[in-house]
């Protein structure tokens, strides 16, 4: 693959920019962390190169000087809202991402949930981590927030939160989300550290939208892509141009927002270090693109990616119609469209001379991969097993997969569980694969040649099912489905 991005310049650069951030604020610093700290996959796809941990590898250099604050909204907690990547709940995310840190070496300064109004479960939530060890805080919701500075910034505003100790000079907040409360809980402890006669300061750290990166710039415009559902738009900081005669690109949001945070930060500390929401700023991703046409291309396949799993999203469920809208739009800025991957139109013209379910997946190399639904192999299962093959040196016709480890997995199937379909799914292929490993040396080299799939584009003549799909996101494969069923099929997984 073609990388766009150094990676080791970046860990190091953005270490060094956080801690100048520190020095300017006399050594205390609330660091908000947007998006996600350990499995960016949408910046390691657009910025080839990226690994999808380098920021919790950029923290682990600061772990001497750093503390991490997880915040989680009441309201998340209470309806069990769920992260939609690894569908696990944003209550067990938070002691995820904790663990995951402490073995990094970072040091835990708590949990504080958000807009606490009595929720039970919250209530139990915070019984549960405090059994544990774990220090948890509560912060309130304030009425007029936050449009009301007074009310705000005062005992009865931030000052009713719990006050958070920390004693480390970075304080990261981060959360398992969006909506979390990050910025506020942010805001409460320089109010609160301002009133203990503490000096403290606050930034932002967030990948996207890249701000010295243009406007319509194919990386800012696959973040659009990513966050269409939520409405929003990168925009021009006005802030920024009028206050340095700077070009920047910020997110609308943050814009809006801006006049208000400042008011908020000006009457906590009597002036406000920030002359536009992009001051706010730390992040070093725009100047460690090494290779920007490889970005580029990969940002615009990343659209188009965003396209087919929106249009696949309104199929199964009927929602997105307004988001697929908006991406088909941002697909013709960056001029593409369906087709850019050439692994689209090889899986339909297989599908339609075969009238069977196909598949095509591009090789690293450029090689396209096609395969087709048999009565041994679903569509998925019979793309994987070629790539796998193909990647392993191994001859396109040589039989890797064994009587033995496929006639239980067949008889399972039809008379155990009663199975309409019988031939093998990706996952039960891989078993199979396994299976015959332990006595075919072919079969264990396709096997361990799985990771040089990784970040390579599959394309699918209709809807898999999503036991599939999943299969091939845990193998790094980037799935993507034409917005159609089977015909004769009402109910589809």
């Known amino acids: 693959m073609r990388i766009g991005f150094d990676n080791t310049m970046y860990i190091s650069m953005q270490a060094d920019r956080i801690r100048q951030r520190i020095s300017e604020f006399g050594g205390k610093l609330y660091l908000e962390f947007g998006g996600k700290l350990l499995d960016d996959n949408h910046a390691s796809r657009v910025l080839p190169g990226f690994e999808p ?21 009441a309201a998340d907690i209470e309806s069990g809202k769920r992260r939609s990547d690894i569908g696990i709940t944003y209550a067990d995310d938070v002691l995820r991402l904790m663990d995951i840190f402490r073995g990094r070496d970072l040091a835990i300064g708590g949990v504080v949930i958000t807009r606490f109004s009595g929720q039970p479960k919250a209530e139990a939530y915070q019984t549960r981590l405090e059994n544990m060890g774990i220090h948890v805080y509560r912060h309130y919701p304030i009425l007029g927030y936050p449009s009301n500075v007074d009310l705000i910034v ?7 939160n719990e006050y958070v100790k920390t004693s480390h000079p970075l304080v990261v907040v981060t959360a398992p989300g969006p909506g979390s409360g990050k910025l506020a809980v942010c805001l409460s402890q320089l109010y ?10 606050y930034a932002k750290f967030e990948t996207f939208p890249v701000w010295n990166l243009p406007l319509k710039h194919p990386v800012n415009v696959a973040y659009e892509a990513a966050t269409a559902d939520l ?3 990168n925009v021009i900081d006005p802030y920024h141009l009028e206050a340095h005669n700077t070009v920047t690109v910020n997110y609308n949001r ?8 400042k008011a908020i930060m000006e009457k906590i ?12 700023g730390v992040n070093m991703v725009g100047n460690c693109i090494v290779d920007d046409e490889a970005c580029q291309n990969a940002s615009r396949a990343e659209i188009v990616r965003r396209w087919f ?14 988001e697929l809208d908006k991406i088909s739009l941002l697909m013709k800025e960056v001029g593409v469209d369906q087709n850019f991957s050439p692994a689209h139109a090889s899986a339909l013209i297989k599908a339609e001379v075969t009238g069977k379910q196909a598949g095509a997946l591009v090789a690293p190399d450029g090689t396209v991969i096609t395969g087709k639904a048999s009565e041994l192999l679903d569509a998925s299962a019979s793309v994987l097993l070629k790539a796998l093959k193909y990647s392993a040196h191994v001859d396109k016709k040589a039989y ?3 009587d033995e480890a496929l006639e239980p997995i067949c008889s399972l199937k039809s008379k155990t569980l009663r199975e309409k379909q019988h031939a093998l799914t990706a996952g039960e292929m891989l078993i199979a694969l396994s299976i015959s490993s332990i006595s075919n040396s072919l079969a264990k080299d396709a096997i361990a040649s799985a990771d040089f799939l990784k970040g390579c584009d599959v394309y699918f003549s209709s809807i898999i099912p999503a036991a599939d799909e999943e299969v091939f996101r845990k193998l790094g494969i980037n799935v993507c489905c034409e917005p159609l069923f089977e015909q004769g099929s009402f109910y589809h997984q």
């Open 53 to 73: 941990d380098s920021k919790a590898r950029m923290l682990q250099q600061l772990s001497e000087e750093a503390e991490v604050i997880f915040a989680i909204s």
């Open 154 to 160: 005062s005992e009865d505003g931030y000052g009713k």
């Open 192 to 201: 609160n550290e301002n009133t203990r006669g503490i000096k403290a300061g």
């Open 231 to 233: 409405d929003d738009n």
């Open 254 to 261: 943050d814009v809006e927002a801006f006049p208000v945070l």
């Open 269 to 280: 500390a009597g002036t406000s270090p920030y002359q536009s929401p992009t001051d706010m």
């Open 309 to 322: 799993k929106t249009a696949e999203r309104l199929e199964r469920t009927g929602m997105g119609e307004r």
């Open 400 to 402: 890797i997969v064994s």
